[in-house]
Each structure stands twice: as C-alpha cells, then as structure tokens.
C-alpha cells in the first residue's frame, strides 16, 4: 500500500530562529505550519540516520522506508508532551516502531500485537530486540526474493538476443561436476580478457578460435557446451549481483 508523502517546500519562509530545538517544537505545536517545516527540514539527517540503524544498510531520500520515518517524525511532533523528556529520544522510539510496524506488515507476521515490541532501553527507547531481528530479517528475506525474480526477468530478456531460452538451460548445464567446471572456466576466460570479451560484446557469439587454445576442453567440446558458457558469460558481465552467486559461490567473479 503506498505511504502517504510529507512534502516539504522548497521556498525557505522566515520564522523566529529559537534557541533549542525544543522551542522550535513548541512552537510547532503551537500550531505554527513554518515553524513544523523548518524543524522537519533540521531533522531530515537525524531522520535518515535512524532509518539506516534500524534497516541495517543505507536508506536514501528516495526509498519508501525514509518516508516512512518523516511520516513518523510528523507524527511524533503532534504526541510529543515535554514529560517524554528530549524530543530526539522520543522521536527516535516512533520512528523505529513505525518501521518496525511496516517490516511485519510487509513479510505478513501479523501474530503479535504492536506493543508486543515494548521494551524501554536506558535511553528511553522503546524496542523489543528479537522481535526487530526477527521482522528485519523476514522483510529483508522478502525483499531478497523480490529482487532476485526481478533479475531473473531481466536476464530471461537479455538470453533472448542469444537465442537462449532461460528455463532450457537446465537440460544445457554440464551434467558432471568436471565439464560444468570446465564451462565455469571457459566462460571465465571470455570475462576477465579484454580481448575475448571486446569480441563477445561485438559479435554475441563465443570467440571460439581465440578461446580454445586458452582452455583444457577441446572446440567440439566448447561448441556442445555454447549455451551454457554464453549464459554464464553474461551473467557475470550483466547487473544480476543475486544470480551470480549461483555460479560464483558469493565471490568476487
């Protein structure tokens, strides 16, 4: 479901510059709209810095999760009553559970009930560690396969202009674990030499002359296999970080 947008002016509107952050908060819950802007601008760093935490990777302006937490800072703003103590504490809780609230509607774990996450911390934080870990890591695990089908359609679109279909590679793939290795190599040859992989680029075809003499398969070999190499070869020249860990094992090709 798509996040409501808080959207921010670009034109600067004077206000009277407080002395403390408090003091802009009270004035924009006193009701004074330039005052809420000016003090959702002074915190979009804070803002973005408490997203990546509670992530765990680098949230960007742009990324639906960051909007999440502006929307959060917004709301904290309007609960906010000076016997929470400092603004920043308070407003660091909503945001963590806001998003903590989106991890589990996202990865559908609906079991517990939102103050099932309370737990207050010496800062006045209020999380709950294992149920963050735990949702965390379904919404990352949800975003993983997300990702990796939407690699395999761009890759199924690629084998295309090679006259490859996607799903006939399974019956292409060397059945012993000495050819597939063999191919594995092959296509590992045309990766990592400048000239092998200029001619690949260029012709979209296997170097086949250039490539034989540089591996321990004959070319009748190398022709029977031409599938299967090719397809490796641009998987690991192509954007499929996922994919590629099929056949690199998760190390660099």
């Known amino acids: 479901m798509a996040q409501p947008v808080v959207r921010l002016s670009l034109r600067r509107k004077q206000v009277a510059v407080p002395e403390t952050l408090n003091e802009l908060v009270a004035l924009a819950l006193d009701g004074q709209k330039d005052a ?8 979009l760093p804070f803002v973005e810095r408490v997203a990546s935490a509670t992530c765990g990777r ?10 999440i937490a502006l929307l959060a800072l917004n709301e904290a703003i309007d609960a906010y009553v000076t016997r ?3 603004f920043l504490h308070f407003a660091e809780t909503v945001i963590r559970r806001r998003l903590i609230d989106s991890f589990r509607a996202n990865s559908r774990k609906r079991e517990l009930p939102f103050t099932a996450f309370d737990e207050t911390d010496e800062d006045g934080n209020i999380q709950n560690t294992i149920e963050v870990a735990s949702a965390l890591s ?4 949800e975003m993983e396969v997300a990702r990796r089908a939407e690699e395999i359609t761009r890759y199924t679109e690629e084998l295309k202009q090679y006259g490859i279909d996607f799903f006939d590679l399974i019956h292409a793939s060397p059945k012993h674990v000495d050819a597939r290795e ?14 092998l992989r200029a001619r690949f680029v ?9 490539l034989a003499p540089r591996v321990a398969v004959s070319r009748k070999t190398l ?10 070869v641009v998987l690991l020249l192509g954007d499929y970080e ?12």
């Not at 996922?242 to 090709?253: E, M, Y």
């Open 182 to 195: 063999h191919a594995l190599f092959a296509a590992r040859q045309v990766v990592c030499d400048e000239d």
């Open 84 to 86: 929470r103590g400092a």
């Open 58 to 67: 680098g949230i960007a302006r742009t990324d639906e999760e960051f909007q």
């Open 138 to 141: 379904a919404y990352q695990r």
């Open 242 to 253: 996922l994919l590629q860990s099929f056949v690199t094992g998760g190390n660099p090709r």
């Open 202 to 210: 260029k012709t979209k075809a296997l170097p086949l002359k250039q």
């Open 223 to 232: 022709e029977r296999q031409r599938d299967y190499i090719v397809a490796v």
């Open 36 to 43: 809420r802007e000016q003090l959702l601008q002074h915190c």
